[in-house]
């Protein structure tokens, strides 16, 4: 009388693995990810504009940490100079963050993750 239920081949479905491993290898994906994503919150991203006249610094969770801005370069007579050149700061470094992401948690290319 043949076997009923249950998966052919017995718990190896997976390309030959063992389901039990496989779990454990994600549990510890998950907590390599996590760490990652840890240790990348705690890390400061900083951008210059206008040769240095300014400075911003952001965290690894994207929050902006200081603006620092060359008092020679505070014209009344040209905010908008001074409002560009802290747009650009703010991007360039958030920018550095989303690099900064894709190095630590892109080898792990789990999709729906970032």
Do not use: H, W
């Not at 496989?22 to 994503?37: C, I, P, T």
């Amino acid at each position: 009388m043949a076997k009923r239920g249950g998966f052919p081949g017995g718990m190896k479905g997976l390309g030959g693995m063992n389901i039990n491993q496989l779990m454990k290898e994600a549990k510890k994906m998950q907590a390599d990810v996590e760490k990652s994503q840890e240790e990348l919150v705690v890390k400061e991203f900083s951008a210059t504009a206008g040769g240095g006249a300014v400075e911003v610094i952001v965290t690894g969770a994207k929050a902006l940490k200081s603006i620092k801005i060359k008092q020679d370069v505070v014209d009344p007579e040209d905010v908008e100079m001074l409002q560009d050149l802290i747009l650009t700061c703010v991007n360039e470094a958030l920018r550095k963050v989303d690099e900064a992401q894709n190095v630590a948690l892109g080898k792990y290319n789990i999709p729906g993750l970032m």
